[in-house]
């Protein structure tokens, strides 16, 4: 891809992107979000058209159309948002639009036959052909993907975040598999935020900055910083700010019969590590009464707390949801909508609100926490998602929230708008005069390390001791969270 | 920079406003100028107010993400229990609170099924559609109910005397627009209407922030019944009857006009003086039809595609944005 320009409006999304793929090699694709990274993948996949610019795949002048020319052109798309028929076989959802035919029927035979094929040359011949695609796990569905991918003949495969839905052993797993894709002699364009993957999968990587492909590398010739240098063109000094943490008195205190008891001091942030599925968010999820677990019993404050969301709140426990779309934000309501209203009453007296007391109390959070938008009364659907998740964090201050759980807080965002939250993280325990405490849910565990005090492991439902962050590392977090 | 997103939102109301404007442009340039006189404009308005008044209720309905079917027959319903209340000579002010009292009950009726017994509003409704209207039926032993007498109740949609010309519209059209200054006050400023908006827009983050959405569910239809109460008050000022058949698909008529003024039938999204234009689009083209002598078949196919258009217009446009 050469020179490729694309525009929406007045909005320059791609300013010439040059982007070399060799045969056989896993070639990341790294940058902000609004870098222009799904854009160019769109072209390249053919769901949009560029403005200028020229592509080739085996040196042959490639302009797809539309997605369906660029599959038959060899290139395919695995997104983040998988895109399987539920309710359809394995077999039937890999050979989509290919079926094999017998005349003018659909030779069911051979289709599961090839599917079965394909999947066990991918190591999943355990994977039921004629199972709907709906019952299958988030990794095996992406192992569908991928499969269809390869019966279409794809020599080309993007994989767009792979890992955001993934547990940590069917991210293993993906990677060797990306590996042995490779070493087929596929070539495979990796986009993730998470420069660890990148790391370990890729040969090259090519980074976007606003629409334009700023450099090159060798992955093996450039550290992490000068990766991140150059995504947001400044230096970050420090990914993980850490001031001097004093503990005050235990706010939280989580017991569950059977398993484990949690303490969360004030000043203090606390993580809880585990793998998806071990029951870290539902642990969460139950201290805020959004889920139950029989037995449990949260103390606030030394109180004994009914748990429903509502009374949580008004206890100063704040909740940020792992899910934004679904259950996180009301995406066609207002950025001040969003922030205020937990705590709506506060803008005005029995049952009013006034709309200028909303401005004025998000503006405020707009500033503080920089999140780009329009103004307060902006939709918060129209955000990028690290600004979204700004708000969404917002709302518990403007709560007076004393204790923030936060589940998954950075979960697909681009890395300024994780250093921003990690900052503010820092900012909210260490606070002079009103320090909060922060127990926070994450499975990428060079966060937790980088911002947390202790950390609390969930295994099969267990909860383990906390653990000074001194004491651990990602090794020994990853063997108690997998109980070895 | 918020002021660019304000300014939006009111071109996004003129739209349907500057829709309204041509429709009834239209039907002048047709020829016959009846409707732009005032016995025209009048006629308008006193279909538009029964309408309108429901699809006031049916705006908080919808926001919240919920749909009422049953609001024609709540309407027919409210109408006759209007209707006989009055002829009995019972005293305005409990007539009309008695009146309001049964379409409250009917949507507690309805907004307890699907708030306890968690049923889908679609399915609940549909079948309070035919329970109302059984009920309504029965309540006036399938026979309209003449009120023609009951001047004080006539006096809202009936044309208007010489010596009130100075009020331009019936005093129903004017208590149509107070009730919509209300509804915009209450759905705007306060934290209930905050709080219909979140229910609609996504119900999992309301209750996340610990928004009451069981308790915000049952008011919102409760308002719908309140309203369509008032509506059936209306209808039996209009025609001076309460008639257990009558308002028959006028759900369908005040679900299009929320529709058409802009509301998202997913929830999250409406205004009531969008709706309230919406209601004017269809009694416009309803009377514009009649005046022009098209026949009923033809009307009924041209107030389709209109609606089907408004909508589609509507969507292309947010598309754009």
Redo the contacts between chains.
């Keep these: 891809m050469r020179g490729i320009k694309k525009a929406f409006g007045a909005q320059v999304a791609l300013a010439g992107v040059s982007l070399k793929l060799l045969p056989g090699e896993v070639h990341a694709l790294v940058g902000e979000n609004g870098a222009g990274k799904s854009t160019l993948m769109k072209i390249l996949s053919g769901a949009y058209q560029p403005d200028s610019g020229e592509m080739w795949v085996d040196g042959k002048s490639y302009a797809p159309a539309n997605p369906s020319e660029a599959r038959r052109r060899g290139v395919g798309m695995i997104y983040q948002e998988l895109s399987i028929a539920p309710h359809l076989s394995v077999a039937e959802n890999i050979f989509l639009g290919i079926e094999p035919r017998n005349g003018l029927l659909i030779d069911h035979a051979k289709m599961r036959a090839e599917a079965n094929k394909t999947l066990s040359s991918l190591g999943h011949g355990n994977i039921d052909v004629n199972e709907p695609a709906g019952e299958l796990s988030v990794s095996q569905q992406q192992i569908v993907e991928i499969a269809r991918a390869l019966s279409m003949g794809c020599k080309i495969i993007v994989f767009d975040e792979p890992t955001s839905s993934l547990a940590q052993a069917d991210v293993e797993r993906l990677f060797d598999l990306i590996d042995t894709l490779a070493k087929r002699g596929l070539s495979i364009i990796y986009i993730s935020h998470f420069l660890e993957e990148v790391r370990r999968l890729t040969s090259r990587l090519t980074i976007l900055r606003d629409g334009a492909s700023v450099a090159v590398y060798e992955t093996k010739s450039i550290d992490d910083a000068k990766i991140v240098a150059e995504m947001v063109g400044r230096e970050v000094k420090d990914l993980y700010p850490r001031s001097q943490r004093t503990l005050g008195p235990v706010l939280l205190e989580a017991t569950i019969p059977g398993s484990g008891k949690l303490t969360l001091r004030r000043g203090e942030v606390v993580g809880l590590c585990g793998l998806v599925g071990a029951g870290r968010t539902e642990f969460l999820r139950a201290i805020f009464g959004?889920d139950t677990i029989e037995g449990k019993n949260v103390l606030v404050n030394g109180a004994q707390k009914t748990s429903?969301?509502?009374?949580?709140?008004?206890a100063h426990l704040g909740?940020v949801?792992e899910n934004r779309k679904?259950?996180?934000?009301?995406?066609?309501?207002s950025i001040g909508?969003?922030v205020c209203?937990?705590a709506?009453?506060k803008l005005?007296k029995v049952?009013?609100?006034?709309?200028s007391q909303r401005?004025q109390h998000t503006a405020r959070w707009i500033t503080d926490f920089g999140i780009r938008c329009?103004?307060?009364?902006?939709s918060i659907g129209n955000l990028s998602g690290g600004n979204q998740q700004k708000a969404a964090i917002a709302?518990l201050l403007e709560a007076d929230c004393d204790i923030l759980l936060l589940d998954e807080p950075t979960r697909g965002i681009d890395i300024a708008a994780k250093a921003k939250i990690y900052e503010v993280i820092n900012r909210l325990v260490t606070d002079p005069k009103n320090p909060k405490a922060v127990l926070m849910v994450s499975s990428y565990l060079p966060e937790l390390l980088g911002v947390c005090d202790r950390i609390a492991t969930v295994c099969r439902g267990q909860l383990s001791e906390a653990v000074p962050v001194a004491e651990t590392n990602s090794e020994k977090l990853m063997r108690a969270a997998t109980g070895n | 920079m918020s002021n660019t997103n304000s300014t939006k939102k009111i071109l996004n109301s003129l739209g349907t406003f500057i829709a309204l404007v041509a429709i009834w442009g239209l039907f002048l340039g047709l020829g016959n100028s009846a409707i732009g006189s005032a016995e025209g404009i009048e006629s308008i308005v006193q279909q538009t107010v029964v309408i309108g008044i429901a699809a006031i209720g049916m705006t908080f309905i919808i926001i919240s993400a919920g749909i009422d079917l049953s609001i024609g027959s709540a309407i027919a319903l409210c109408s006759v229990v209007g209707a006989k209340l009055a002829v009995a000579g019972t005293n305005p002010f409990v007539t009309v609170s008695v009146t309001i009292i049964s379409g409250l009950l009917i949507g507690l009726f309805i907004g307890l099924l699907v708030v306890r017994a968690k049923l889908i509003p679609f399915i609940t409704t549909l079948g309070t559609l035919l329970i109302l209207r059984g009920l309504a039926l029965a309540l006036a032993n399938s026979q309209p109910i003449n009120a023609q007498d009951a001047n004080w109740l006539r006096f809202w949609l009936n044309s208007l005397p010489d010596d009130m010309k100075f009020l331009i519209i019936p005093p129903g059209g004017w208590l149509m627009i107070v009730l919509a200054l209300l509804a915009t006050g209450v759905l705007r400023f306060t934290v209930f209407g905050r709080h219909v908006f979140a229910v609609g827009s996504n119900e999992n983050t309301a209750r996340l922030c610990g928004v009451a959405v069981d308790r915000t569910k049952l008011f919102v239809y409760m308002i719908g019944g309140a309203f369509a109460a008032l509506s059936g008050l209306m209808l039996v000022s209009y025609q001076g009857q309460g008639d257990p058949t009558g308002a028959t698909g006028y759900e369908l008529d005040s679900i299009a006009a929320v529709v058409i003024g802009g509301a998202s039938l997913n929830g999250g999204i409406g205004s009531i003086f969008g709706s309230l234009i919406g209601a004017l689009i269809i009694t416009v083209i309803r009377t514009g039809c009649t005046l022009n002598g098209i026949s009923e078949s033809t009307t009924r196919i041209i107030t389709g595609a209109i609606i089907v258009t408004a909508v589609a217009i509507d969507r292309l446009r947010q598309r754009s944005n």
């Design positions: 959004l429903d969301p509502r009374s949580n709140w008004q909740f949801s679904e259950e996180g934000l009301a995406l066609d309501l909508d969003n209203l937990p709506l009453s005005g049952g009013f609100i006034s709309p401005s329009q103004g307060p009364d902006q709302r």
